[in-house]
């Protein structure tokens, strides 16, 4: 369990860090491009840390697949950016191919 929690910990801080290069304005901003230094900063160690349990393709398949549907949903939230239905469509594959790896792969963790 306390893989996962590491992986979630790595998503958060990744999603954070560009959610503050969104509101950084092109780092023009400092408070908001410290954050994003600290965020991704986080991220790839606590990434690096899950890396000793999850092979890097599986890793890497849910830290990027989760980060990006996380930043769509703040992106709309936060920022008013909106979805067309291809993209939602997009975003719902790539959660169903991060259940399928959870769900069924023997290769999810090492």
């Given at each position: 369990?306390?893989?996962?929690?590491?992986?979630?910990?790595?998503?958060?801080?990744?999603?954070?860090?560009?959610?503050?290069?969104?509101?950084?304005?092109?780092?023009?901003?400092?408070?908001?491009?410290?954050?994003?230094?600290?965020?991704?900063?986080?991220?790839?160690?606590?990434?690096?840390?899950?890396?000793?349990?999850?092979?890097?393709g599986?890793?890497?398949?849910?830290?990027?697949g989760?980060?990006?549907?996380?930043?769509?949903?703040?992106?709309?939230?936060?920022?008013?950016?909106?979805l067309?239905?291809?993209?939602?469509?997009?975003?719902?594959?790539?959660?169903?191919?991060?259940?399928?790896?959870?769900?069924?792969?023997?290769?999810?963790?090492?």
């Open positions: 369990m306390m893989p996962y929690l590491i992986l979630a910990l790595a998503i958060l801080a990744e999603t954070i860090g560009t959610t503050a290069l969104q509101a950084s304005h092109q780092f023009t901003k400092p408070l908001p491009a410290l954050i994003t230094v600290i965020g991704y900063a986080a991220a790839f160690y606590l990434l690096s840390i899950a890396l000793k349990t999850f092979p890097v599986i890793a890497y398949a849910m830290w990027s989760l980060g990006i549907v996380f930043i769509a949903g703040i992106g709309f939230a936060v920022f008013g950016q909106k067309d239905l291809p993209a939602i469509f997009g975003m719902a594959l790539i959660l169903a191919g991060i259940l399928v790896i959870n769900l069924f792969s023997t290769t999810s963790t090492h």
